[in-house]
């Protein structure tokens, strides 16, 4: 059985504008709801991932990025495998997107709570997307989820730990994870 993790291409929104809170609100909605940018393509198409099971998050970056990878559309879209959210806190301050970004992510790992998924939570859905991701090459022998960095992450994370053996992985855009699994991987 193979499980192949590939995050979604950049998508098309601006990282280098200098914005305060309240326009990081708008700007993580945005994000949320941009394609891939048109700069932003992989280096390989490898349409061998098109004989695979497709599964891919309701984000439309992952999903257009399923499209432009594999030349077709998922044959399973579901919300279990959007990126962990982008926490928003209101802070009095301007700075890049991206520093907002990380600088939220942070804040959020070290339990700052908000009206958002909790970090602990997140990391529950991670293990219940492996779970999933595991059921379905049990049934289809090989599967590519079209997913998000930090998810993948975690995904990846989950798989290892029950016995998925990792070969390759990459959080970057277009970034490919290959884990498989046979008897001998069992602990």
């Known amino acids: ?32 709801f941009s394609e891939v940018a048109k700069s932003s393509r992989p280096k390989a198409i490898d349409r061998q991932f098109g004989s695979y099971y497709v599964v891919s998050s309701d984000l439309k970056r992952a999903k ?14 579901k919300s279990d495998f959007r990126e962990m959210h982008i926490p928003r806190y209101k802070l009095p301050f301007k700075c890049k997107a991206m520093t907002w970004v990380y600088l939220c992510r942070l804040l959020w790992m070290l339990g700052v709570s908000g009206p958002f998924e909790s970090y602990q939570y997140a990391r529950e859905r991670a293990k219940l997307a492996a779970q999933q991701l595991i059921e379905l090459a049990t049934i289809e022998g090989k599967v590519v989820l079209f997913g998000h960095g930090y ?32 008897p001998k991987n069992i602990k």
């Open 64 to 77: 257009h990025s399923s499209q432009i990878y594999t030349g077709r559309k998922p044959d399973l879209i």
């Open 1 to 32: 059985m193979e499980i192949i993790l590939i995050r979604h291409g950049k998508p098309a929104v601006q990282y280098d504008v200098s914005i305060d809170a309240s326009a990081f609100v708008k700007w993580v909605r945005h994000y949320n």
């Open 151 to 182: 998810m993948n992450l975690h995904i990846r994370r989950a798989l290892a730990k029950q016995g998925w053996k990792v070969h390759s992985k990459s959080n970057a855009y277009w970034g490919v994870s290959t884990l498989s699994f046979t």
